[in-house]
């Protein structure tokens, strides 16, 4: 067993996990009142309004696609008549585009964060860090899907559930190219990070906002 490649894909996965877990937990319980997105929209509003919305939509179908693509057997998916070729022709051009998203996004609100004063007055090294590493991860992906001709279903795939099932397999990992190696390492990275940054709004995502009774307001007519 290579011993470098099991100290990044089996112990590192683990140890990036588990911070991710109890680092929220820790942050929740301590710093309730900063758990937010910080918002600035009250500084800038215009510049914001594009790039944050391109970035979300990007960035959320990604992570939604990365779920599907990566955690459901490939077996299922063949029951289901969606076989190994048509997958990876629907990741590839479903990741290209929404990733592109989010990476242009990505590009205009550091471009904003840099470019407006009060902005960049207001913003602190771990957002840039939070910007970098998001720019960084999806960087590295869509250098993958443009020029890297990997097959992942019979390694990455399998790798990443065998993780989260708590039945790992490093040696799938051996002879992945470099490209989707840095991609995920820098991924668990910003993972292990994310419990002390912004990030930490995406598990505040206003769902019950869509289900709430109306709020009726009623103007005071005075007589
Ligand atoms: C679950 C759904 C999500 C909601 C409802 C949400 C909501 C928000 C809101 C309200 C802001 C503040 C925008 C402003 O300045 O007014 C924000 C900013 C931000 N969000 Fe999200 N977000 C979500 C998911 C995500 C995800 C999945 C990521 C990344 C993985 C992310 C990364 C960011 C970043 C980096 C910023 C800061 C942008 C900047 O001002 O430079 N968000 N989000």
């Known amino acids: 067993m290579d011993l470098s490649n099991m100290l ?17 937990a820790a942050r929740y319980l301590t710093d309730r009142y900063e758990w ?12 914001l309004l594009f790039g944050v919305t391109v970035f979300h939509w990007g960035m ?12 459901i057997p490939q077996r299922l998916l063949d029951a289901m008549g969606i076989n ?27 471009y904003r964060r840099i470019s407006v004063l009060r902005i960049r ?27 890297e001709d990997y097959y992942i279903l019979d390694t990455i795939a399998p790798w990443i559930r065998g ?3 708590f039945s790992p397999d490093p040696a799938l990992m051996l002879n ?11 991924a668990l990275a ?12 995406i598990w505040s995502a206003p769902v019950g906002y869509f289900f709430r009774n109306w709020i009726e307001f009623r103007q005071k007519t005075i007589e």
């Open 176 to 186: 992945v190219p470099l490209g989707y190696k840095i991609h995920i390492v820098s």
């Open 163 to 165: 993780i989260v099932t």
């Open 190 to 201: 910003l993972l292990a990070f994310s419990p002390f940054s912004r990030l930490v709004h």
């Open 8 to 24: 990044v894909f089996l112990v590192f996965p683990y140890i990036a996990l588990t911070i991710f877990i109890f680092g929220h």
């Open 36 to 47: 937010n997105a910080k918002s600035s929209e009250f500084l800038e509003k215009k510049r």
């Open 121 to 147: 007055l207001t913003t602190s090294q771990n957002d840039f860090i939070t910007l970098f590493g998001l720019i960084f991860v999806s960087g590295a992906g869509i250098y993958n899907v443009l020029f």
């Open 60 to 71: 959320i179908l990604v992570l939604l696609g990365h779920a599907g693509g990566l955690l």
């Open 84 to 110: 190994g070729e048509t997958h990876t022709f629907i990741a590839h051009y479903n990741g290209m585009a929404t990733g592109i998203a989010a990476l242009i996004g990505l590009g205009l609100l550091l």
